[in-house]
Each structure stands twice: as structure tokens, then as C-alpha cells.
């Protein structure tokens, strides 16, 4: 039984890996079909010589092991021949058919890959390869992935319980990732060359950001997006720089960590690497170039800057001002109720924010600047701007709050009547916000559900049974503790007498008790404050007879200086540190004072570590 | 064992025509680019500035300002009521 294409195909391993031919071997180790009429022969040869489960599998290994190049004192690579005889073996018996089962075996195969990886002579030989069977799992698992129904089937066909499908079903690309993640961690901390932020990418440090950025997509395809934490420490622990990386990697790399920043709440340094990426992309790439907008201008939008038509009128950005200028319209328009139904759960525009994951970001963080907008035209048509003459000694620019009620009112108003003609207030006519100035309880701005477990609370005094029942422990219990500490029987099914309990109204502390200011007066002075917290707003508010001044508005006038820039105030805030976690940059070049190291003149001194004379 | 090859390179040499624009709608996925690197001409960053005049991507003065505007002009009229029954 000859196996002259198996032969030929083990002598050419031998001598890649004696070159350290990388590149090449992975090209030869291929294992996606459709595959060329030389391998199915060499599959028709494995299978008749080596059959599954036979004793001449022993035989194949051995011819695997003599690929590996035997060095006197120094541990053979042995990792290599099994990855090899794993290899064969996988293209032996693999079904496609079966995609779950080939999912197995090819997650298996990387591992072993992956072992081969870590060597500290040889691993980078299979690093390219690596990187292949990584590529192919990542697209075996994400396309598993969007198919559930599929998963489920051959579950079901293998006898596993639901239970178990539902793990299976979640955990296939995130267990792909941690296979990725592996490699990954060979890579970072490979011992040849220097290491770290004074390295260069060399030895298996080359692979560092390919599988980082394959591992990213895995992560993110799977919502695991806080596993990436730890991925994004070790870059920054011990990765040489980025710039030193090609391009696609660069780009791909700050799409990935300005979305996990994004994520996080982290919006400034999202906004550097998104926009890093941006720059840095290849100008025809314009799918690429268009998801990262779909992160970029969101990130914008939420710290006060918006797209320009300029940015909107480009190829990439096709269908995106559909998208984000009405948000941007909404802002300035200040109708809360109008933005809260735009982004609202069952409005139109949701699903696309929700599917690109930028929904509750959007929502959540654009509202401020909506009740800045809006309390910014209160103040224009309705505040006392001072006195005309700059030199006159009068009160500040103020607005009184009253107003500011007043125009909410107004706005719920115009939300609640259908078809108002005057105005196009987009608005369904019946806006659940428009309606929460009448709330009972809660808020009177925004609409809220009552919460089910206070459902019926106040219905305790002639409680329906159900009730009773259900809380009986509570409501009728066996013995009570009275206001002084004394215990007393109770009969049961008896509800607890409290009507003896001690009224505290009359211990009022608050002074403001006997002038209370509406419901919603003291939401909306919540909101303002909130914003003067955040420097979105300058000033101060005034309690009793409820106000909001604006100081020091000589100079520049009372709009400007009550209602400064939204971006350039974040921005401002923001660039004290324009450190991006996760991004690591080149060293800067601090070098030793003049004349102490010799050749330093005219170059620039960086002291921002030195400390005065004295002081420890 | 080299012409192995051919069956794997095809899907990568069709992927720039992949990224026309009437494919780019909802597509989640950040490809893989089909080239590895790139010289700073080619970039985004380059082209924006070869313009001549430099891409001006962002509004950051975005402020309403415009008593005209129907919202602005009803929310006057509304204040002027707040001011005369007070």
C-alpha cells in the first residue's frame, strides 16, 4: 500500500519547516472545502492505510514525529507531530455534514495548533497557521451561530436535553474566542527580542493584534464584550506600540477597542480611537469606514457634537443622516417628549439603534442635553437678561423656574392633543409622557409602569383576599410589636390596627414644608441642577421662590455664559488626559537634563516628572 | 501541492467588489480588508486633506437661535401668557 501523494506532501512539510517557512506551510495545511483533487487522493491514501481506530495510526504519528527537527539538548518539538497526525486524521474523518461534529474536531485541531504555537524556537512556524484554522473556526461558530434552529436539530438528534442546547447555543463562539484568546496570550508574551512598549512587532509579537482583532469579533458576535478586558490590561501591559502594526491591524484594532470604550460609558476616549480608525482607514474601504461612523457620530452626538452635511454627504455615510439627524434635530429642538417617542421601545427608528447597540447610550445620554435646549429658549423668551446698561450694579440674568414649569406644561400639552395643526409635533397624539404631568404619584415628566410589587399597597385598609393571603405574614401576623416595643396577640386573618400609630407631621424639620413646590417643580429643579453638575449649564439655583441666576454675565453676555458649548465644555473637561486605555504609544522621549547624558542640546526636555528641590 | 491554493484565494480577490455600495446595508460585520497595509496616501485622513480645504466633519455650535423658528415662536407666545396672568 504506497502512498505517494501523502510521501510527497510529508517531504514538503519537512522542508517548510526546516526553512521556517511560515506562510507556506500554512498554505499547505489547508482544510476548508472545497478541496483540490491532491488532497482528496492523499484523503483516499489516509484512509486506506491509516484507518480510524486502526493500530497503523501509531505508524502515522511516527512519520509526523520525524518532521521535527532533533536538537541536541534542547527539548524536541513535540506539540508539532501530534498537531500533524491531528491534522490528517481530521481531514480523514471530518463530515461537513456535520457541522457541530466538524466544529469539534476543528476546535481540537487549533488547540493542538495552538500548544505547537507556544514553543519557544519553533512556535512561530505554525503562527500563519494559526491564524487560518483561528479564521475558519471564528466563521464556523458565527455562522452556527445565526442559526439556531440548526444547533437545536442535531442536539436534539444527539439526545441532549433543552437545557443543554441553551448552553451550547450561547457558548460556541465564546468558546471559540477563549481557543483565540490562547494564541493570543502566546503572541503577547513571546521572550524572543525585546518585549514590551521599547519592542518592535517580531517573533510571534507579529500575530499579537491579528488574533486580538479576531478574538474582538468573537467576543463582540457573542456579547462577551467583558471578557475583552482583560485582553485590552495585556496589550497594554505588554505590547509594543501600535503604530508599528500594519494598518488593517491598526484600524481594525481601534474600531474594536473604541467600541468596547463606547460600551463602557466611556465616550472621550471612544471618540479618539473611533475616530483614529476613521482616519486611518483606507479611503476605498467603504464598508469599513462606514461602521465605524455608525459608532463615531453617535459618540459625537452624545458629547455635543453632531455630523456635518459635509461628513453625511459621503458614500459611506449612505443612509445615516436618515438616522441620526433627527436625533440631532430633536436636541436642538429641546421637545423632550418628541425625542423621548423618536428613541422610545416600540417607536420606528428603535430597532436599528437597538441592533447596532447604540440605543440606550443614545437615549440615556442625549436627554440632558434635550432639557438644556429646552430651559436655553425658556430663558431666551422668558428670563430677566439684565440691566441694558453693562455698567449698572442690577440682579443677574435669572429665569424664574415657574416659567420653565410653565413651557413643560405647555409642551405635555401640545403632545396630548392629536392633530394640533399649528405645529408638527411628529407626535402619535398619544405620547404616555405627555400625560405624566396628571400622575398621581411618581414622576410627572416621564411615564413609568408601577412597579408590580407595590401593586395594590394602597388598597391595604380593605385588602382583597388574594392579597390577604398572599402577604398574610405581614398584614395579619400572629403577634405584633406595638410603637413602645410591646408585643401583642394577634387573631388571625386580622389585619394590624395602625391607626394608633404616631402621626411625625407635627416634628416637621423641613423649612421649606409650608410653601411646597409642585411635583414637578422639584423634578425639573433636579434636571437643572444635574446639568449645572455637569458644566452643561453656569450658575446657581435658587430654592425658595425658585430661580436660576446667572453670575458674572457682564462680559459675555448671559446666553453664552449660562449656557456654555456643549462639546467644547466636555472636551475641555475631557483632554486633560488623552491617554486612551488599551492604545499603546510609543514611548515619549524623555531624555536625561542637558549635559547629563551629553548630546541632548536642543532637544526638548520633558519634565512633567520632576519634582521641586525639597519636596520628597 | 500549490494550485492547492486557488480554491481558498478566489473568495479574497472578490472581496473589493463585495464593498460596493449597494452591499453596504446592514452588514454588522467589520470585514477583514483586502489588503494588509497601507501608506498614509491612502488613508482616509490623506484624502480629506488633499481637498485643499480641511474636512470639516463636525458641528460643535449647534445652539437655536432662531425666534422664527415655529417651536421657539409658540413657546414665546405660551411665555407671554405665563408672564401676563402672573
Same mark, same amino acid.
Given at each position: 500500500m504506497a502512498t505517494p501523494v501523502l510521501d510527497r506532501f510529508l517531504s514538503g512539510i519537512d522542508n517548510l519547516v526546516k526553512s521556517r517557512d511560515g506562510a507556506k506551510l500554512q498554505d499547505f495545511l489547508q482544510i476548508e472545502p472545497p478541496l483540490s483533487d491532491v488532497y482528496q487522493q492523499m484523503v483516499a491514501e489516509l484512509r486506506q492505510r491509516?484507518? %480510524? !481506530? @486502526? *493500530?497503523a495510526e501509531a505508524d502515522l504519528l511516527r512519520r509526523c514525529e520525524a518532521l521535527v527537527p532533533r536538537t541536541k539538548g534542547s527539548s524536541s518539538w513535540t506539540a508539532f507531530p501530534t498537531f500533524m497526525k491531528q491534522y490528517f486524521t481530521f481531514l480523514r474523518d471530518v463530515n461537513v455534514e456535520n457541522l457541530l461534529e466538524t466544529y469539534d474536531r476543528l476546535k481540537g485541531l487549533l488547540n493542538q495548533c495552538v500548544l505547537a504555537l507556544g514553543d519557544s524556537q519553533f512556535g512561530v512556524i505554525v503562527l500563519p497557521t494559526v491564524l487560518y484554522l483561528s479564521k475558519v473556526l471564528a466563521k464556523l461558530a458565527m455562522g452556527l451561530d445565526r442559526r439556531p434552529d440548526l444547533i437545536a436539530q442535531i442536539l436534539k438528534l444527539e439526545g441532549r436535553s433543552d437545557q443543554d442546547d441553551n448552553i451550547e447555543k450561547v457558548t460556541l463562539v465564546e468558546k471559540s474566542a477563549n481557543v483565540v484568546r490562547e494564541a493570543f496570550i502566546k503572541c503577547l508574551t513571546d521572550r524572543s527580542g525585546t518585549p514590551g512598549i /521599547? =519592542?518592535?512587532? %517580531?517573533g510571534k509579537r507579529v500575530g499579537i493584534y491579528l488574533m486580538a482583532n479576531l478574538c474582538l469579533k468573537l467576543l463582540f458576535q457573542c456579547g462577551?464584550?467583558? &471578557?475583552a478586558e482583560q485582553m485590552f490590561a495585556s496589550i497594554s501591559a505588554q505590547s509594543p506600540p501600535l503604530k508599528y502594526f500594519p494598518a488593517s491591524q491598526r484600524v481594525t484594532y481601534l474600531y474594536y477597542l473604541g467600541r468596547y470604550l463606547f460600551s463602557n460609558n466611556l465616550f472621550y476616549p471612544a471618540q479618539i480611537a473611533l475616530q483614529s480608525a476613521y482616519d486611518q482607514c483606507h479611503r476605498q474601504a467603504l464598508s469599513q469606514k462606514r461602521i465605524i461612523l455608525i459608532y463615531l457620530i453617535p459618540c459625537n452626538i452624545i458629547m455635543g457634537r453632531f455630523p456635518s452635511s459635509q461628513l453625511l454627504q459621503r458614500p459611506e455615510s449612505e443612509g445615516l443622516a436618515d438616522k441620526f439627524l433627527p436625533i440631532c434635530r430633536l436636541i436642538i429642538r429641546g421637545d423632550y417628549i418628541a425625542f423621548r417617542e423618536h428613541l422610545a421601545l416600540d417607536s420606528p427608528a428603535n430597532e436599528w439603534f437597538a441592533q447596532k447597540g447604540i440605543l440606550l447610550a443614545l437615549r440615556n445620554r442625549c436627554e440632558i442635553l434635550v432639557w438644556r435646549a429646552l430651559a436655553r429658549k425658556v430663558f431666551i423668551h422668558g428670563g430677566f437678561h439684565g440691566e441694558p446698561q453693562a455698567q449698572a450694579r442690577g440682579p443677574p440674568p435669572f429665569l424664574y423656574l415657574h416659567k420653565f414649569e410653565s413651557a413643560t406644561r405647555w409642551l405635555q400639552s401640545q403632545h396630548s392633543q *392629536?392633530? &394640533? =395643526?399649528?405645529? &408638527?409635533?411628529? @407626535?402619535?397624539? /398619544?405620547? *404616555?409622557d405627555a400625560q405624566a !404631568?396628571? &400622575?398621581?404619584? !411618581?414622576?410627572q415628566l416621564v411615564h413609568k409602569l408601577p412597579d408590580h410589587d407595590f401593586a395594590g399597597v394602597d388598597e391595604i385598609d380593605a385588602p382583597d383576599p388574594s392579597l390577604l393571603s398572599k402577604f398574610a405574614d405581614f398584614l395579619s401576623p400572629d403577634t405584633y410589636f406595638d410603637a413602645t416595643g410591646h408585643s401583642h396577640p394577634n387573631s388571625p386573618g386580622t389585619l394590624i390596627e395602625t391607626t394608633h400609630l404616631l402621626d411625625y407631621r407635627q416634628y416637621e424639620l423641613n423649612p421649606y414644608a409650608d410653601a411646597k413646590p409642585s411635583p414637578m417643580m422639584r423634578e425639573l429643579e433636579a434636571i437643572l441642577a444635574s446639568l449645572l453638575t455637569q458644566g452643561l449649564m453656569r450658575g446657581y439655583l435658587t430654592h425658595k421662590n425658585p430661580r436660576f441666576a446667572i453670575p458674572g454675565a457682564r462680559l459675555r453676555g448671559a446666553l453664552p455664559t449660562g449656557f456654555p458649548n456643549v462639546w467644547l465644555t466636555i472636551s475641555g473637561r475631557e483632554s486633560d488626559d488623552d491617554h486612551v486605555p488599551g492604545w499603546v504609544q510609543p514611548p515619549t522621549q524623555t531624555i536625561g537634563l542637558p549635559g547629563g547624558g551629553g548630546g541632548g542640546g536642543g532637544r526638548v526636555v520633558n519634565l512633567s516628572g520632576a519634582r521641586p528641590v525639597g519636596v520628597q | 501541492m500549490s494550485n492547492s491554493t486557488q480554491s481558498n484565494d478566489k473568495p479574497e480577490s472578490q472581496q473589493p467588489q463585495q464593498q460596493k455600495p449597494p452591499v453596504l446595508e446592514e452588514d454588522d460585520e467589520f470585514e477583514d480588508f483586502p489588503v494588509e497595509d497601507w501608506p498614509q496616501e491612502e488613508t482616509e485622513q490623506a484624502s480629506g486633506s488633499a481637498n485643499g480645504?480641511?474636512? /470639516?466633519?463636525? %458641528? %460643535?455650535?449647534?445652539?437655536?437661535?432662531?425666534?422664527?423658528e415655529d417651536f421657539s415662536k409658540q413657546l414665546k407666545e405660551e411665555l407671554k401668557k405665563v408672564e401676563a396672568s402672573s
Open positions: 491509516y484507518p %480510524e !481506530g @486502526s *493500530p /521599547h =519592542g518592535k512587532p %517580531e462577551k464584550l467583558r &471578557n *392629536p392633530l &394640533n =395643526g399649528t405645529i &408638527n409635533f411628529a @407626535s402619535t397624539g /398619544h405620547s *404616555p !404631568g396628571s &400622575n398621581p404619584t !411618581g414622576s | 480645504t480641511s474636512a /470639516h466633519l463636525w %458641528e %460643535e455650535s449647534w445652539d437655536d437661535d432662531d425666534a422664527a
